[in-house]
């Protein structure tokens, strides 16, 4: 049974920081695709970040320079340090895995 659990997230003003946290049961982080979407209000739902299998990163490009996605593979974790924000960047944050196939339940980002 997979579960996803993030968290982390909170209000913040343009151009702090923030550092989401997922972890996860019933998988393993290291030898999953995982990811970081983002549902903004009023917009569809985006890939912000992931990790493929063989440990690639990816980032949207509006998070390339800003955001850096981890894993904590002793933990079964997964980190997105989230620097220089910008309103933009508001949404509620979802870790996600088995292709999509996995959600947890959200955190939400809001950026003033």
């Known amino acids: 049974h997979v579960q996803l659990v993030e968290s982390g997230g909170g209000s913040v003003q343009a151009g702090g920081s923030l550092r989401l946290s997922c972890t996860g049961s019933g998988f393993n982080f290291e030898e999953s695709a995982v990811g970081w979407y983002r549902q903004a209000p009023g917009k569809e739902c985006e890939l912000v970040s992931a990790?493929?299998?063989?440990?690639?990163?990816y980032y949207s490009d509006s998070a390339k320079g800003r955001f850096t996605i981890s894993l904590a593979n002793a933990k079964n974790a997964m980190y997105l340090e989230m620097n220089s924000l910008k309103p933009e960047d508001t949404g509620l944050y979802f870790c996600?895995?088995?292709?999509?196939?996995?959600w947890g339940q959200g955190t939400q980002v809001t950026v003033s």
């Open positions: 996600v895995t088995g292709n999509g196939a996995y």
């Open positions: 990790i493929s299998r063989d440990g690639s990163p």
